[in-house]
């Protein structure tokens, strides 16, 4: 007689078969450093992830003449995370060597939370594989910088350089091979004349200012495959009535493009697409944004049309610092499908008033009077300013030696190609010389027949004496 299966035992199975599906599905990175930068003993996040100390780490080495180590004091109330309890400082200029296994765009995490009013006291720059990412830096309240870096090099060499008479300190340090999909090539520059295709934002760097999911709630690092935090945008909203927009929430499926290049779970959590705020015809939502001014931004919106009963209902203008960018977007069209994440990125230049505005407004060629557009999730990345850096050149020693700043492979292969260069230029001065040598004892080289012994001719080369005439 068979044994009926025991209900708990089925229950605990299926938990640990999707346990196992959700693990197995998760990004798992080529390069993945995780240093706690200070601390005594590795570090576990709530999020599964494991700190190592960055003093015993074997693919990375800390170069300074003098490190020192700064921890909380014991009465001082606990911080919100346990990457913050500890701190490496550096009163001269220091770097560290992390070692990359596949080239590529990287995601760089700098964590700073100064515990100790030293430690907010303290002004320097940071910069990575020669490029200078924070100019004249200070952290006075706790800060997580974000960074998206090309690496093409075997090596990033990390740089804290402090000021005269200053310090520089940092907690923790995340580096990450970011997905392919992460990062396009192709985006659509926004200006007062229209906006226009524009290439080339894959060589770029970018500093990640906001990531904000629309009408949903905080999504964690603990809810995101690439470790990222994403927030609310209420406190963003400008001048919007709130019978001009509607918040949706979607408890659905959402679906990705089989095989896409473009779209995936790692561009952006499902969460983020499960909520949304939509416009009515006729009316705009707008959300502001402080940026640094002078300069240039990559905006990505998310959209997911979880709102539409059918296709081709939904039609919206999207507006980028006030300009026009797309006119009476079809969202259907773009994906063929509802509930298919997708994205747009766009470039704009924001020059005196340091406020970066984004906008939907509904379209007459919608089909319904209540839902006329929807934003689901969006991020601001600042750009590189120059190829030196974010803020532009600045007079800042960033390479601690020039071998490490390249690459520990390209250095030895540009040392053997040296090598190699000038020994065939000593061969060759050697020959020139012998050459000279054999005309000033009246010899040179010349063809002549020879016996091989054998009844035949054979051709050969033969040194023999000759007059010269000069």
Sequence with gaps: MACS?????????LVCVL???????????????????????????????????????????????????????????????PLHAAARVFSCRASYDLAVRRRGHHILRIHFYPFD?????????????????????????????????????????????????????????????????????????VTSGGAAQIDGLSSQAFETLYRINVAGRKVTPFNDTLWRTWVNDGAFLVNTESSDYMVWSFSGRIAYPKDSRMMSREVAPDNVYRSARSVRSGANVTWGFPVPAGSRYLVRMHFCDTVSKALYELYFNIYVNGHLAVKDFDLSGATGFLAYPYYIDFVVDVEDEGMLKLA???????RSDEVSGILNALEIMRMNKTSGGMDGNFPVALDMEYGMSKGIGEFARSLLCGFIFAGLFVALVMLVLRLRAERNNGTAWSWQSMDSGEGKLARAYQLVPSKIDY
């Design 19 to 81: 346990f196992s599906a959700a693990t197995a599905a998760r990004f798992a990175p080529a390069d993945n450093h995780l240093l706690a930068c200070g601390a005594s003993n590795p570090v576990v996040l709530p999020d599964g992830r494991r700190f190592v100390t960055d003093s015993g780490c074997a693919c990375t080495r800390l170069r300074s003449t003098a490190p020192t180590l700064s921890s909380a004091a014991p009465n001082s109330p606990p911080p919100a995370s």
């Design 117 to 189: 009013p030293a430690l907010s006291a303290s002004r320097f720059h940071v910069g990575a594989g020669g490029l200078l990412l924070l100019h004249n830096f200070t952290a006075s309240s706790p800060v997580v910088k974000e960074f998206i870096l090309p690496v093409d090099s075997d090596v990033l060499v990390l740089t804290f350089v402090p000021e005269a008479g200053s310090t520089a300190f940092v907690n923790a340090i995340e580096l990450v091979s970011a997905p392919e999909e992460l990062v396009g090539d192709i985006g659509t520059l």
């Design 5 to 13: 299966p025991n209900p708990t035992r089925v229950a605990v199975l």
């Design 360 to 366: 939907i407004g509904g379209s007459k060629k919608s």
